[in-house]
Structures are given as C-alpha cells and as structure tokens.
C-alpha cells in the first residue's frame, strides 16, 4: 500500500505526541528527580528514531524497517551494538536508554486447562512492540489498521491492546467481497443511539456500555470489498466520510455527528488473490502497521508455554516440551513452504494450525491417567495428519506430509521406537470408551455399523457402506465437533457423503441438526430468522447444535457474508435488533438466572451470549470443488478457510469405489461364470483390477467380482474423462458433472439390469425349450404313427381273410341245419297236441287260482311301495299300535318264525332281506296249521284287524296286512285244486319225454343256427374291424400328414428357436457384460450426444475386453431395454423416431433418479405430456406462485410434475431429488420447505429446460438424470427431409409415415404371434397331435403369421418405391445436414454466433414456399429449392455476423455448395474475396445479410411472436431508433423501457406479459447491463410462451456485444449485428444526430461543434487501422464526444458570459484542448505514441484560425474545409457533401494504410476460413 505524507505525518504526531506523554507522566510521577540535561536530551532523540522508524517504516517489511532504521541511526550519529537494528529496542522513559524489546517479554506459564482457551494471549517480542505502537496511534483515535498473513496474531494483537484500554468497547465486523455500508449502520444501531444537542443529531455509544465509552469498530478483512461499477470501494468511503466528515446522511435527509467512535481494521496484503487495494483517501487518516508472521524463535516461545502447561498433566513427560515443541514448528514450518493457495484455496496454514494441533493433543490426552512418551508421540502423529493432511488433494502430496511427520518424529523424540509407532494406521475415537483412546479398524468400523443400523431407523433411511475413506472422515468430523470453536469445511464432489457423515456424527455425538430449509422464494430475511432462532437454542438454551450448511443454500451473497461473521466473531452485525435484541436480552437474564450467574449489564450478557453460541454453535460446511466458485472462496469469505479444519472428500477414489461396489453386488447371483472360474484382468487389465484390489484383499482376489468390480469403476472413470473432455471441446454448450451419486446409481441400475436381464432369458429359455420339446416329441409322435400305419395296413389284410373263411364255413352249416329243422318240425306237432291237453287242465286250475291272484299280485306291488323311512318308523317305535304289533306278528308266523314278541318282530323287520322275502313268498310254503292259525286269530276272528284300521296306524303295515290276506285267501285256492293239478303233473311228465327228443332236435337245430349266427356275428365284427381299421388309417393319415404340414411351417420358428436355445449359453455367459453396458447405458449416455454415446459404448466394450468379462457385440440397447410395441406406442405419443430420441426415451422408462430433460425443440415435452396425459401430469415452474402448493399436491397424490424452464433447482427438491424418504409411524413422510407431506410412491417428476446452454452445476448433474434431445445433424437431416416431403411430396410423405407404422405394427403383430405359438406348444400337456383345438390354434397362427409376412413383404416393396421417391430429395436432406453443421461451428468464431435447428428449419420452409414450375422434374425442382435456401441462409445468417465474418461465412458457404469453390493461396486484398465472392454467387445473393435496411420484411415475414429480434452493436452505436421509426411508419404499438435497474425488470416483466396477449410490440434498450436477468428471468418467460401468446407479438432487445449474453437466449433470437457505418460522413452523421437541437442554435458555438465531431470522427476512424491508426483498439464510444461537447460549453460560456457571438481569440483554446486530450479523449488512451497523435490532432483543429474562412482541416490537398457558414442546416448540408469513402489521408495515415488495412482484413478473413475448415466434421 502506497504511503501518503498525510498518513506518515499523522503516524508520526501520535507517537511523538505518547512520547510527550509519557515523558509529562515519568515527571508527574517523579517529582523528586524529573527528567532534565542529558536525561530529556537522550529521551528526545531517541524517541524521536523510534517514531520515525514505527511512523515512516511501520507498514514495511522487517528487510526495509532494518534498512530505515540503519539510515536512521546514520542519519543521526547513535550507536547500537554490533549486529543489532534499530526495531529490537524500545526507549525507556526511565534514563532515556535504549533496551532491548525481549527484555519486556515476561516469562510466561499457564495452566493446563487454560490450553483449550481461545483468549490466552502468549506475549513475545513482536506482540509487546506491536502493542506499543499501536495503543499510541489508538490514544490518538485515529482509525488504525493492522496487515498481515492470515494467522499472524493481527486479531489478537489488537484484541489484546483493546482490553487493556479503559472506557472502550469493541464491536466485531468481518467484511467480505460483498459487504455494504450497511453493515457499519447496523452495527450503530445495535450499540448507539442518537441524541439532540441543540440543533445537531449526534450518533454516540449507547449509555448501557458506559459513559464517555468509545465504541471500536473492529473491521477484519477491510481490505475484502469489491470495488463497485465506479471503481469504489462503498463501505470504505463510507467510513472515509465518518472519518473525514465526522458525520453521514441518514435516509431522511438529516446530517447526523458521530461521537466517541473509532474504526480498526485487519487485512491481508492487498498482494493476495481476492484483495482490493483501499483507496488513498482513507489509507491517509489511517496508519497502517504490518504484522508479518512471528517468527521461528516467537513460535517457539508462544507453544512451549501452551506445551508446557499441557504437560503439567503428565510430570514424567515434562522433559519432553521442547521436543514437541520444536517437531510441531518444523512440520508447520516445512508444510507450509511446500503448499501454498495458489496450489488450491484450501492450502493455506498459519499458526492457527499449531494452535489446533495443541487443543487436539489436549483433548485427547486430558482424561488419560497416565502418558507415555509412545503414545503422545502417536496422538502428535495423528493430530498433524489430521491438520495437515486431511485437505490435500492429490495421493503424491498426502505420502508427502505423511512422510514428513514420520521424518520430524524421528528427528525429534529420541527413545521412541518409531516403526511401531508410527508404522500403522491412527485411528482415535471417544466412542468406546469415556475417553479419547486408540482403536483398530475393525473394532470401529463393528461399532459404527451397528450404531448406523439404528440411526436408518430413527434419523435417514440411506444406506451407507464403511468404508475405509469413509471411516476416515467420520472420525475427522467427530474430532472436530468435539472441539470448542470447531468447524468443518468438507469438500468433495456431490453424494460423496458430507451431509449424511456429519448428520451421522452429530447424532453420535448428541448434536441436535439443523439446516435451512431453503426454496426459490428463500430471502435473506428468511435465513436471519433462522439465525436468530438457531443461535437463540445454541445461546439461551445451551443446546448444543451443529448447522449444516451447503453452498447450494447460499442463495445470495449476504448468506456467506452473514456466515463469515459468525464464524469469526460468533455474531453477525444487526441479527438482534428493536425487540429482536430486547426479547434476546430478557430470555439471557432468565438463563442467567437460572444457572446461578449475576450480569451487570447487557453487555456482559451479550457476550457471554456470544461466547455460549461460539462455543456450541459448530458449523458444518459443504462445498463442491467442481463448481466455478470454489477457486474463490477462499478470497471472498476467508473465514470459510481460517475458521474451518478442512477436510477434503473429493471423489471417491478407485479403492472406495471398490469397496461400494464389492458391497453392492456382494450378494449379487453373478451365473456360471464365477462357478467356472479363470482368469481375468491379465495383461492390459491388470491394472483395472489392481485399483479395486484393496477391497477384495483376502476375499476372492483376482476373482470374477473384482473384474466385475473393476468394471464398475473403469466405467465410471471413463465416462468422467469423456465429460471433462466434451466440456472443453464444446463452447456454448452445457456440460455434466460425475459423482459418486452417479456412481451408485450405476450399481443400482447394473443390479436392475442383470437381475431383469436373467429373468427374462430364463423364461424365454424355459418357454423356447419347452416348445422345442413339444416340436420333437411331436416328430417323434408322427414317426410312431407312421410306423403304427403300416402295421395297421397288415392287420387289415389279415382281417379280411379271416371273414372270407368265415363265409364259407356258414355256407356249409346252413344246409346241414335245414335238413335237422325239418326232423324237428315233425316231432314238434305231437308234443303240441299233447300240450293241448295239458293246457286244458291247467287253464281250469288257473281259472280258480286267476281268482285270488289279482289281490296277490296287488299286495305285492303295495308291498314293494313301502318306504325305508316308513319301516324305520315301525322299526324305532318301542310300544306299537296293537293293529301294528298283529299285522307283523301275522307276517312273522307266514315267514315261519316262531316268537312273536315285539322284539323278535323287530329283528325280523330290521334285516335288510325283509322286504324282498316277502316279495320272494312262496305260497307252498304255507302249512294248513299256519294258515288256520292266521285266519282265526287276526284274519277272520279279529273284526277290527282290517286293511283300512291298519293304514290308518301304519302306512307301512298296511301293505303287510293286504299281502298276509291275499296269500291266505290264495293259499286256500291253491290246496283246493290240488287234485287237478296232480294231474296236469302226470300229464306233463309224459310231455316232457316228448318234448326232450323234440329238444335234442331242436338243440341240434340251434346249435347249427348258433354256429351260423356266431359266423354271421364273427363276420360282422371282422366286416366292422377292416371298417374301422379303414377310419383308424384315414384319420392316422390325415393327421400325420397335418403334423408334417405343422412342423414344416414351423421348420423356420423351430430352427429359430433351436438357434436362440443354443445362444442362450451364451447369453448367460455374457449376461453380467451385457448389464454392466445397459447399466451404463442407462446411467450416463442420457447427456451426450449420438456420436459421443457411440464412442463411449466403445471405450466400455474396450474396459470389458480388457478385464475379460463376456458381452455381445451386437447388443442394441434400445431392443434390450425396450419392447418394440412400447416404441411404437411412444411414436404413436409424439417421440420423435430418430435413434437418438428412441435411446431417450428408453432412458426416460429405466432411470433410477428423476430426469432432468433438455429439448430445444419442445418434443420430449410433448411427448412426455401424452404419455402421462391419463395419469393426470401437471405442467408447471418455479415461477408460478403455485408451484409449492401444486408440488404438494402431487407428492401426497402419487401424479406426474413436469417442471418447465429448469436451469437452477429450486433447494426445496433436494430432499425429493435425493429420495430423502423419512419413515414414520408407517408413514413415508418428504420435507417441502418447512412442511412434511406424505409421500407417494406413484409420484414421479420430469424436469425440463429448453435451453441446450444451460448452466447446470454439479449439484444438480448429481441429483438428475440427464437426458438431452438436442437436435444433432443427423437427426436435423431427418427431420428435414420430413419437411421437404411434407412440402413438395405431401403423398408420399403420407405414404412413408403409413408404412412405417404399418411395418412396426405388423412387426409387433408378428412378434405377438411367436410368442402365442411358443405358450401355446409349451404349455400342452401330453401329445400334441391329441389336442385338435391346439393344432387347430397353431394353424391359424401360422395363417395369421403368414398374412402378416405378406403384409410386411408387401409394405417392404412398398417402402422401396417410397425410398426411390425420397432417393431423388436426399442430396437436398444432405445439404441441409452440412449447413446446420456449418452453422453450430460458426461460434467458434465469436460467441454470438448461435444458430437453433429452429431457426434453421424456418429457413428450410421459406425456401420450399417457392412456387414449383410447372412440369419440372424433381432434380429441378431440388436445383431450385437448394439455391433459394442457399439465399435464405445467407440473407438471415450474415445480418447477424460482423463484416468480416460475413465473407467468412460466404467463403465457406461456397464449400458446401461446391467443394471445388475455393479460392486459390496467395496473398489477397479484401477486394479480391469480396469480387470472387460476387463471382461465384450471382448479384440477387444477399451474402451480406438481410438486415436493418430490411427491417420491416425481417420482423413480419421472417419472425414470429416466439422469436425475439436482437440489435447486437459496438459500445455506444444505439440503433434503438431504427426499431421506433419502424413502428411509427406501420402504426404498430411500441413500448420501450431502459434496462439496467430492479425497478426496470419488473416493468419489462409487465410489459412482456401483457403485449404478449394483445400483441403490441415491446422494445427492450440495453440489455448487456442486466444479463442475469435476460438468463434467469426473461428467458424463462420467452419459452413459456405457449398456444395462447398471441401472432402479432414482437420483441425487440438492443444490446451492446457482451460475453455474458446467455447463450440459451442468443439461439433462442435472431440477431442483427448492427455496425456503425464506416468513414468521417457517417460518423459525424450518428454524432450530429445525437446533439439534440438545442445546442445548435448558435452558429459560432456549432462550429466548434463540428470540429469536436470531426476530431471524434477522426478517432474513430482511425481504430479501423489498428495497429496502423492506433497501437490497439481503444474503446471510444458515442458518450466522449458528448462529453466533449458539455466540456466546450462550460468552458466557452465561462469565457463569453453566455454571448452567442464571440471573439474566437478570446476563447480558452489552450483549456479545451488539454481538457480534450488528457481527460475527454486521452483518459482512454495508454501508449505515449498514440497520446502524440491524438495531441497533434487536437491541436490542429482547436485554434482560432478555424474560424477562417475555407479553414482546411487536413494538410493535404484534398482536405475538406470547413464551410463559410455554421447553422443547423448548413452543417447538415456541409456533412452530407462529405465522400462516403474517407481517404487515409484524412485521417493523418498515408495512402498504403488502406492496402495494409484490407491485406490485414483478408488474411484474418483466409485464417478463419481455414480454421473453419480444419473443425471436425466440417
């Protein structure tokens, strides 16, 4: 910092003044001896060196004040001793005498457990003359600041002074980049007041801090702020004011005093990266004093006092302090020489480490009964790698560091045997015992796993693998949080496991966690509240809490800054305010109260607050070094890094990988392949398999799982090389970033695929396999029956022989049976007359017996009517009727038994013979006894016993009674026509010797006809059996020859399916290879483009060859991951057919994380809105004020969100993103905001962003599955001959889309049918030639098949006359493909060069809008068509390129119409290309652009209400004026509004919203001041317009050039560069224009005018000669030359009182040119050369002659001259005179500058046309 005689004086006056002082102090104190003679003469002289030296020298460096003070003592004749500088002695009041500084060093020992106090203030040597110097320049209340290395004891010094101060009290700022005076008014509102004294307002302390109390204002890092647009730093010319002015200007207008207020500040040297150097203005009311590092000796000094009192604890360790000290310096000393920030941000180590290092040691030790000088060296060891080492980055500088402790310990701990100390790893943990003690691996990674199983149950539902990496930052982070003050700064890649380990840890630890619940609406007002309420539990209610805060939450810049004071002073300036600080206040008391403590005043509870939340607050920050801010932190919040132990996670490294993956995939079913064994990874792969080996060591190393493994890893690593490389080689194009998250994602999706994969090869094997078998047993089958035919055709033949024999046997039979039937005829006459007789007798027998017969057979028929039921009735009845009991016992005496007891009875009718004995009664059987017996007692004799009285009992009984009457009355029939019968017997005996002879013939007879009738019968049979035998063989054949027709037709399936049954092995063998490429497919193909995916699917392939691992080479992933039907339906949907499109969309079905969608286009949307069109998708944004509510909604409800317009997330989705699913009392609750909803798992979220230059971080890359269809030359070509058809063949466009579906259609069709055919054959049971409904169903399968390969052959030859029509458009498709490339590379010539397939198709469309000439040929008609587009291109591409770029483009314009178009090498001059380019296209190609003079055309034909129109111009070219002319001659509605301010956005926002819908025109000016809300804000709006916008709709944006114009909105416009014309007329023209009227009133002041513009023109004619005109390209803008004009106003109206006519002598032209060259014009211009330029222009115009007549204003013969008369008009007229072309002459060059000029333009031109040329895929 540059030293100013106010500051040094001032320096010098405070410690000349203090010398004063004390000299007054020494002789008030000693009135006895005062100083006087040689005592005050050596006082004064040596104190006089002292102020000079500390005044002049105290803000340099120790090598300078040594140099000074040498000077000094010359200068002055003193003497020191040898060897000594001036800077080691202080002057003694006492004798005057100098005396060495480390004399006033006291020696210094403190308690042990003062070593974990922050507040201990060790003094040395540069501490005591520190603090000399500064309390002198404090006493003075001057504002003082202290420089120096963070680390240096800067803080504490001054802290340290200030104590020691009566009557001040400090309040603590930390500034940072964005700090405001805002900060300083907060801080005066929370510890002064105002007060009136008379008329003035004075600010002053308030009375609660004390009377007369000065309030310090103790400014860290003052140096930090960023300038402002003005090159101001705010804050600092703010306190520059209170300084200077003693006063501000509150916001109503009131001048307010301060009182009793002093400013300090502490900075780095402004050297350092991030520091603003602090204007001279302040610095010159501030000394300024440099704290450099303390010294080797003071670092000593300080930790052997901490070391000292920490070994009090161990008296046998005593010895040993100065070992630990000097072992701790040297390593402090050694790391920080090797890394250094500008290494990383991170790598920063001051004494602060040391100070660390000690209060771990303590705190590792204090509990401890004992120590021995192995284990302090042990938990030294572990305490430097944790300081040291935990933040480095590469494995190189870790084994460094590591290896340096190592060297140190041995160096410095003799006696320790350091191989076993030092040779294993160090973990220490509290956790398992009560105190800090050494623990192995194994036993904590026991206990960690088992605590983290309850910690899913209870906290977070994510699994986590312990592995070694992870162990490691668990422990760090416990060792941290266990430490007052302690904070982590964790930094590494997103889901690398910050958050969850420090959640894990807080809960082990018994912190309560807190975060913000942050969302787009998330304020700094929010997060103040949230501060307040955190540090109100930390402070009141001594909760002890950890606050993970992520950078994704820093939502603005007052987040860190509010973070940064926290951490530095455990406050932040106006957190507690009004009420906020009285409510704050009362609560402290109460907890004062309560835990016994007394305050005096509020601010001593205030810090006893703050000191409670610095104590327990512990913060825990998380950081990704990928994003583009993490270089900066360092510099804009210091405190991140100096209050922070960093510990740096980076990515996981290929051993961690090893061991996620080994623990993922453990329980995996990896097939055969790792049952069968052998080798993998050998050769190329070793060293794959060696990253991962770590994990398998022990456990199956070189194993199939490790290659498996190792394959994971190697995927992931290549897949993140190929980002970092498609980052690079892209400009304007979003990029992606790798993360473990992505990594896991990657297991999962591999888990999914293979486990998917083998479910569906095992079942179509099953399926194929059984269907083969049915096909071979069904061959075999028809084989048996053919063979069964033949066999049946023998028994045939055997069977026909055997009737023929069967014939004639009963031929014979029959005549030898005729003869015997004519002997029994014969004998058959006589017994028939003896029959007669018989007959006779017997009929009169019969004729009595046919009497009772009737009643008999009646009986029966009633008896046989009786029910079981009825009997069972009788039978169960244990006392019957009396009718009942005599009817049975009747029937019982005629069946013969002889008891008649009931029970008896009972038996007879319960056996189950009963009835059928009675129907089977013989009535012979009947003695005369028993009937007599039956006909007295119960017939005859009982009156009563009648057939009615018995039915009437029992229905049963009844029948019996009727038959028991019958057989009676029949019986005595019977025994009175005995005689006769006796008879008739005698008779029939002679009969029947009559009838045997009569038999014996008959029986010969009947056995002839028997034998007859059996040979009838035997032949009928064999007849019948040669019948059926015929049917049997007739139905054999037909279905043997069905079968051989079945099998024939299904020979192709069947040798298909054979072929699949035996690729099936190696499918299974190549099933692990194939998911690891679907899962990679599924996981990271989604963002790159058709030919990266492409080259990454061969690099993937290359991984796996090298490991050894089996895959299929024609594995197409859309066919594995997909169905042909769902991609038939999904173009049914809208999805677009072209490869890159289906790929996505198999992407879209499979991802594991949410997808975040990139469509330029807009298809995918559309696509994605029919898809979940029935499950009720919603459509919404992070702008509609809806959206928390509609996301609400939709979580509880289980539908699909598709959010729009996605570039940044909005925090509140990261607990979704992540899945972050709490489990509840079986609820699945999500965190929104500050709200639980319940979770859905039918929910699903499509994010989506149609701006292919999106800027997505790696936050967001993390939690997404990206999916990007933007559109890529393929599938514009594509997509154009689509339109080309559409146009000019609208048939057979319409011809092609119906074959295509018909051809998927029938394809699915046909595919349904094979799989009908296998489920039907497999899942017959037994033959299939048995079921006739299976072979049926078959052949209508096959039929059906059949008529669907027809239909595909017919469509087939359908689709080639259709390619043969496309054949004829496809050079118009191809040349569409080239141009779109060409326009994608036009912005590796400038970044405002973007060009959407959009914009091309619009230019497609206008050139097939050209009429078709009657009766010409296609090739004509594609003539026509390619040389309209040519001009359509040129005329919209070149009005947005810059001259030269137009010839460039032109030039390569020509390549792709012709490639022989180009021009020869050489050395050209512009004219060349310009007239070749005029040679080669025809005069009507408009290769220069259809642009402003064309404005009318390009708004309403070329644009449309969703196409902005960017005026892009040079700094101070406006061409706003063009767009407002143009509205006023069509009378078209136009609103504009200047950009630039907040209260500017929020009007553009209205006035686009509403012009929108009534389609007036907007018109936004100076767009380039306010970029990010053209990104954030105005882009988002433009792409949600929809349907309803309506067509009249126009917006107009102007803006300067500007690299941060979004490059989503440079290719969502379309552009025209507008340039300023070129030439002296032009140039005047736009500076004239731009003076309003006013000014021009007076002739002889418009003089002047004129030569200021010509002076201007001049200028900036002059840069179109560069390095010629001037030595570089100054930037000159419209805005000088006004100025320049206001200069010469103030200046001649100063000199004239206002006259408007004048003597041009009189004016001051000595002011106007010095005022024009050094301020105006030269305040621009660098080199002196070009300043003599500019001088001698300017003074060769601004002279009095100029009013002469024809006053010439060149030397040369054709210069212009200025005209007689200078009015309005007749300067007008004067410059519209002037030549467009400007000879060089005129502008001071000579006539070669335009040759060097135009060689210079077309080599640039030739050097971009070859750089062009050389791009790849140009």
């Known amino acids: ?65 040594q140099e000074f003070g040498e000077f000094l003592l010359r200068s002055s004749g003193m003497m020191l001793p040898s060897g000594s500088n001036l800077a080691e002695y202080r002057v003694r009041v006492e004798d005057g005498e100098y005396d060495n500084w480390s004399n006033s060093v006291p020696r210094m020992e403190i308690e042990s457990h003062k070593v974990m106090s922050t507040d201990v203030v060790i003094t040395t040597t540069d501490t005591v003359r520190h603090c000399d110097v500064i309390s002198a320049w404090l006493s003075s209340r001057m504002p003082l600041i202290l420089c120096g290395p963070p680390g240096s004891g800067k803080t504490m010094t001054l802290v340290n002074v200030l104590t020691n101060f009566q009557g001040i009290f400090m309040a603590n700022l930390n500034f940072s980049s964005r700090t405001t005076p805002e900060i300083i008014l907060k801080t005066f509102s929370q510890y002064c007041t105002y007060v009136r004294r008379g008329k003035d307002t004075v600010l002053e302390p308030s009375e609660n801090l004390g009377a007369h109390t000065w309030l310090v204002v103790f400014c860290d890092e003052i140096n930090l702020p960023e300038n402002d647009s003005y090159g101001t730093q705010r804050v600092i010319m703010f306190m520059r004011q209170l300084v200077e002015q003693k006063g501000f200007w509150r916001n109503d207008n009131v001048w307010v005093k301060v009182n009793r207020i002093q400013f300090v500040g502490a900075c780095n040297p402004p050297t350092d990266a991030g520091r603003v150097i602090m204007p001279s203005r302040f610095l010159r009311h501030a000394p300024l004093l440099l704290v450099d590092f303390p010294e080797r000796a003071s670092l000593i000094q300080i930790y052997r006092t901490f070391n000292g009192g920490m070994m009090k604890l161990f008296p046998n360790l005593k010895g040993e302090t100065d070992a630990l000290t000097e072992a701790m310096v040297e390593v402090y000393g050694q790391v920080q020489e090797k890394f250094t920030p500008e290494m990383q941000p991170q790598y920063f180590y001051s004494a602060r480490e040391l100070s660390r290092w000690v209060r771990g040691i303590y705190e590792a030790t204090v509990q401890m009964d004992g120590l021995t000088l192995n284990e302090l060296v042990r938990i030294w060891a572990h305490e430097a790698q944790r300081l040291f080492c935990d933040r480095l980055v590469e494995k190189a500088e870790k084994e460094w560091c590591t290896e340096t402790i190592d060297n140190v310990a041995r160096k410095c701990f003799a006696g320790v045997n350091h191989d076993e100390v030092l040779g294993q790893q160090l973990f220490y943990s509290k956790w398992l015992s009560k105190d800090t003690r050494r623990v192995s691996k194994d036993e904590i990674k026991e206990f960690l796993s088992a605590r983290l199983r309850v910690f899913y149950e209870e906290e977070l539902d994510v699994h986590l693998v312990i592995f ?30 910050k958050t969850v380990l420090s959640k ?180 190329d792969g070793e060293h794959l398999m060696d990253q991962v080996s770590a994990a398998f060591d022990g456990i199956n190393t070189g194993g199939f799982r490790q290659a498996v493994v190792a394959s994971l890893v190697s995927i992931h690593d290549i897949t993140k090389v190929m980002a970092d490389e498609c980052a690079q080689s892209s400009s304007g194009e979003c990029r992606t970033y790798l993360s473990p998250r992505d990594y896991l994602a990657l297991i999962h999706n591999f888990v999914s695929s293979l486990n998917k994969l083998r479910e569906k090869v095992e079942d179509e094997q099953l399926h194929v396999n059984a269907g083969l078998s049915k096909l071979r047993e069904t061959q075999e089958n028809v084989a048996d029956l053919k063979g069964a035919l033949g066999l049946k055709k023998s028994e045939l033949r055997k069977k026909e022989n055997l009737a023929n024999q069967k014939l004639q046997q009963m031929v014979g039979d029959q005549n030898e049976a005729e003869k015997r039937k004519e002997e029994a005829d014969k004998m058959r006459i006589a017994v028939d007359k003896q029959s007669e007789k018989i007959t006779v007798r017997k009929e009169q027998v019969q004729r009595d017996l046919d009497g009772a017969e009737p009643a008999l057979l009646s009986a029966q028929a009633a008896v046989k009517g009786i029910r079981k039921r009825e009997l069972d009735e009788v039978r169960n009845l244990l006392r019957p009727p009396s ?89 005595t029939v019977f025994n009175r026509v005995q005689p006769l019968r006796e008879e008739v017997d005698e008779l029939e005996k002679k009969a029947n010797i009559a009838k045997s002879q009569k038999s014996q013939l008959e029986e010969e007879v009947g056995e002839l006809e028997a034998s007859i009738a059996q040979y009838k019968t035997d032949y009928a049979t064999l007849i019948r059996d040669v019948e059926a035998l015929k049917l049997e063989m007739e139905v054999v054949t037909t279905k043997v020859q069905r079968a051989e027709s079945l099998i024939k037709s299904l020979h192709q399936e069947s040798e298909r399916w054979s072929k699949s049954s035996e690729g099936f092995q190696l499918i299974l063998r ?125 979580i509880r409800f289980g539908t699909t969100l598709l959010i729009e317009n996605v570039e940044t997330i909005d925090p509140v989705l990261n607990p979704i993103l992540n899945k972050e699913i709490q489990r509840t009392g079986g609820r699945a609750l999500v965190q929104i905001g500050t709200e639980e909803v319940d979770y859905s798992p039918k929910f699903n979220i499509i994010l989506t962003t149609k701006n292919p230059a999106a800027k997505l971080t790696p936050d967001i890359c993390s939690r997404v599955t990206l999916v990007n269809f933007s559109i890529t030359p393929a599938s514009l070509q594509s997509q154009s001959m689509s339109l080309i058809l559409k146009t000019d063949k609208p048939e057979v466009e319409e011809q092609r889309i119906n074959v295509m579906k018909v051809q998927g259609e029938q394809l699915v069709k046909l595919r349904g049918l094979e799989e009908q055919m296998l489920s039907k054959i497999s899942a017959v049971e037994g033959n299939i030639l048995d079921d006739d409904r299976v072979v049926e169903g078959m052949e209508l399968l096959m039929t059906e098949g059949g008529q669907v390969e027809a239909q595909i052959s017919r469509s087939v030859d359908v689709m080639k006359q259709v390619e043969r029509a496309m054949g004829n458009f496809q050079p118009l498709a191809e040349t569409c493909k080239a141009l779109y490339i060409l326009l994608q590379s036009m912005r590796e010539i400038h970044f405002l060069y973007e060009f959407s397939a959009k914009a091309f198709m619009k230019m497609l469309e206008s ?412």
């Open 1 to 65: 910092m540059t030293p100013t005689r106010e500051r040094l004086i001032e320096s010098l006056k405070a410690l000349l003044i203090k010398g004063i002082e004390q000299a007054i102090d020494y002789d008030e104190n000693h009135p006895d001896f005062p100083m006087s003679g040689d005592h005050i003469d050596n006082y004064s002289k040596r104190w006089l060196l002292h102020s000079l030296l500390w005044s002049f020298s105290g803000s340099s460096s120790w090598p300078v004040r």
């Open 468 to 497: 070694d990496e992870v162990l490691d930052h668990i422990l760090r982070i416990d060792r941290v949080l266990r430490q007052p003050m302690g904070h982590c700064l964790l930094v590494g890649d997103s889901g690398a496991g």
């Open 504 to 683: 894990f840890v807080s809960w082990m630890n018994g912190l309560s966690i807190f975060q913000i619940k942050a969302h787009s609406k998330y304020s700094l007002d929010d997060f103040n509240d949230d501060l307040r309420t955190v540090m109100r539990r930390v402070g009141i209610n001594d909760e002890k809490v950890c606050f993970i805060f992520d950078e994704s939450n820093a939502l603005g810049s007052g987040f860190i800054e509010a973070m940064n004071a926290l951490l530095a002073s455990g406050e932040v300036p106006g957190l507690f305010e009004g009420d906020d600080y009285t409510s704050l206040m009362s609560a402290m008391r109460d907890s004062s109260s309560r835990k016994g403590a007394i305050a005096d005043s509020e601010e001593e509870l205030w810090r006893r607050f703050t000191s409670v939340v610095q104590k327990n607050l512990h913060v825990v920050f998380t950081m990704n070094p990928s994003g583009g801010e993490w270089k900066t932190r360092s510099t804009t919040s210091p405190a991140l890094f100096n209050r922070c132990v960093v510990d740096w996670f980076g990515s996981w490294s290929p051993k961690a990988m090893g061991e996620v993956g080994k623990e993922f995939t453990m329980k995996l079913d990896m097939g055969d392949a790792e049952g069968v064994g052998g080798s993998w990874g050998i050769g």
């Open 883 to 971: 009718k009942v009991q005599l009817t049975l016992e009747c029937v019982a005496i005629m069946l013969g038994e002889k008891s008649l007891d009931w029970a008896s009875v009972r038996k007879i009718i319960s056996k189950s013979d009963f009835i059928p004995s009675i129907l089977g009664f013989a009535v012979d059987n009947l003695t005369s006894r028993q009937v007599k017996t039956i006909q007295d007692k119960y017939l005859d004799g009982n009156d009563e016993l009648t057939y009615e009285s018995v039915m009437r009992s029992s229905k049963a009984c009844g029948p019996l009674y009727k038959w028991a009457e019958s057989q009676i009355k029949y019986s």
């Open 1070 to 1194: 190549s099933l692990v290879g194939d998911a690891l490429l679907m899962a990679s497919f599924l996981t990271y193909s989604g963002f790159f483009d058709f030919k990266a995916r492409l080259t990454l699917m061969n690099k993937w392939q290359n991984s796996l060859d090298l490991l050894g691992i089996e895959y299929r080479e024609n594995l197409s992933m859309v066919e594995v991951l997909s169905k042909e039907s769902d991609r038939l339906h999904w173009q049914e949907l809208g999805l677009p057919s072209d490869s890159l499109s289906l790929e996505n969309g198999v992407i879209l079905q499979d991802c594991v994380r949410f997808p975040l969608i990139i469509d330029p286009s807009g298809h995918a949307i559309d696509f994605i809105m029919n898809k979940y069109k029935e499950s009720k998708i919603q459509k919404t944004s992070f702008l509609d004020n809806s959206f928390m509510k509609t996301l609400a909604g939709a």
């Open 1407 to 1818: 050139a097939l809008g050209t009429t078709r000439v009657d009766g010409n040929s296609d090739n004509e008609r594609i003539s026509q068509v390619v040389e309209y587009l040519f001009h359509e291109v040129a005329a919209r591409v070149g009005r947005s390129l810059s001259t030269e770029d137009k010839m460039v483009f032109a030039l390569l314009l020509m390549r792709v119409r012709n490639s022989k178009d180009q021009m020869t090498k050489g050395e050209f001059l512009l004219e060349d290309i310009t007239t070749y380019i005029d040679s080669v296209f025809d005069s009507s190609f408009l290769w220069q652009g259809r642009g402003l003079n064309d404005l009318v055309k390009v708004t309403q034909e070329e644009l449309d209400s969703s196409v902005p129109l960017m005026l892009c111009s040079a700094p101070g070219h406006d061409v706003s004026g063009r767009v407002e002319t143009m509205a006023r001659n069509i009378k078209k509605e136009l609103s504009s509004i200047a950009m630039g301010s907040a209260e500017g956005f929020a009007a553009a926002e209205r006035l686009v919203f509403s012009a929108s819908k009534q389609g007036t025109w907007v018109l936004l000016k100076n767009c380039h001041l306010c970029t990010d809300w053209l990104q954030d804000s105005l882009m988002k709006k433009l792409q949600s317009l929809g349907a309803g916008t309506h067509p009249d709709f126009r917006l107009f944006i102007t803006c300067e050039k500007n690299q941060n114009l979004p490059t989503g909105l440079l290719r969502l416009s379309d552009i025209i560069v507008a340039e300023a014309p070129s030439g002296i007329k032009a140039s005047l023209s736009r500076f004239f224009s731009s003076v309003s009227s006013d000014h021009l009133k007076s002739p002889s002041r418009n003089r002047l005018y004129l030569i200021l513009g010509w002076v201007h023109s001049v200028i900036h004619e002059r840069l179109r000669y560069v390095p010629t005109g001037w030595t570089e390209a100054y930037e000159f803008t419209e805005s000088d030359a006004l100025h320049g004009l206001d200069v010469i106003n103030s200046l001649v109206e100063g000199a004239t009182k206002g006259k408007q006519n004048f003597d041009p002598e009189k004016l001051p032209w000595d002011a106007i040119r010095d005022t024009l060259c050094k301020g105006v014009f030269g305040g621009r211009i660098t080199k002196e050369d070009d300043q003599k330029i500019l001088d001698k222009l300017v003074s060769s115009v601004f002279i009095a002659d100029s009013y002469d007549v024809n006053f010439k204003l060149v030397d040369t013969d054709d210069s212009p001259c200025l005209p007689e008369g200078t009015s309005q008009e007749e300067c007008l007229s004067w410059i519209d005179s002037l030549p467009s072309y400007t000879p060089p002459t005129w502008i001071g060059l000579d006539g070669s500058a335009e040759t060097i000029r135009s060689k210079t333009i077309a080599k640039s031109v030739i050097s971009k046309f070859e750089m062009m040329l050389n791009l790849p895929g140009n």
